[in-house]
T-cell receptor
Framework: DTGVSQNPRHKITKRGQNVTFRCDPI?????LYWYRQTLGQGPEFLTY????????KSRLLSDRFSAERPKGSFSTLEIQRTEQGDSAMYLC?????????????FGSGTQLSVL | GDSVTQMEGPVTLSEEAFLTINCTYT??????LFWYVQYPGEGLQLLLK?????DKGSNKGFEATYRKETTSFHLEKGSVQVSDSAVYFC?????????FGTGTSLTVIP
């Protein structure tokens, strides 16, 4: 069990550029979540996958954001035409079992700065 | 909608002091409740959880009891240490999604 891995740890980009983040969940985990966290706030749900199927997206999620989990293993989160308001920590989490016993395991996050 | 409300910080305590961080929730149905902790420079880690009313979660000297009547899940520790300095997040899981509070920063001074 190597834990949830996220790359890169930091990303600095100019407004209008596209960025892509990668998350490698714990290997046997079938659920994968993306969250966004800004300073002084808790993680805000973006989207989640059950295996390769994207089951839910936040209503707050702009259409500039897209996520994939093509083979039910790693996932990517892409932000197109970045804006300064996209600056945040992007967290990935994975879990094994749905329902009351579900526990999330988080990665260390990707810190995005949009200049 | 479903949500979690946490006591605002920051909280500063002397070593060996008693800690309480308040958390209340709003949810339809019967959620599971969690406390996560984020140490400086690290990702969120599960501290403890409770899955039904009157359950008590405990870990590393921390405890929290699921109180359905008051919709609360307050975090307590009898004697804090400098190493407990971190940000603590209360969370609930409705079965479809996790909701997190805004976090409470704790600093313990020697």
């Amino acid at each position: 069990d190597t834990g949830v891995s996220q790359n890169p740890r930091h990303k600095i980009t100019k407004r209008g550029q596209n960025v892509t983040f990668r998350c490698d969940p714990i290997s046997e985990h079938n659920r994968l979540y993306w969250y966004r966290q800004t300073l002084g706030q808790g993680p805000e749900f973006l989207t989640y996958f059950q295996n390769e199927a994207q089951l839910e997206k936040s209503r707050l999620l702009s259409d500039r954001f897209s996520a994939e989990r093509p083979k039910g293993s790693f996932s990517t989160l892409e932000i197109q035409r970045t804006e300064q308001g996209d600056s945040a920590m992007y967290l990935c989490a994975s879990s094994l079992n749905a329902g009351a016993s579900e526990k999330l395991f988080f990665g260390s996050g990707t810190q995005l700065s949009v200049l | 909608g479903d949500s979690v409300t946490q006591m605002e910080g920051p909280v500063t305590l002397s070593e060996e002091a008693f800690l309480t961080i308040n958390c209340t929730y709003t949810a339809t149905g019967y959620p599971s409740l969690f406390w996560y902790v984020q140490y400086p420079g690290e990702g969120l880690q599960l501290l403890l959880k409770a899955t039904k009313a009157d359950d008590k979660g405990s870990n590393k000297g921390f405890e929290a009891t699921y109180r359905k009547e008051t919709t609360s899940f307050h975090l307590e520790k009898g004697s804090v240490q400098v190493s407990d300095s971190a940000v603590y997040f209360c969370a609930l899981n409705t079965g479809n999604q996790f909701y997190f509070g805004t976090g409470t920063s704790l600093t313990v001074i020697p």
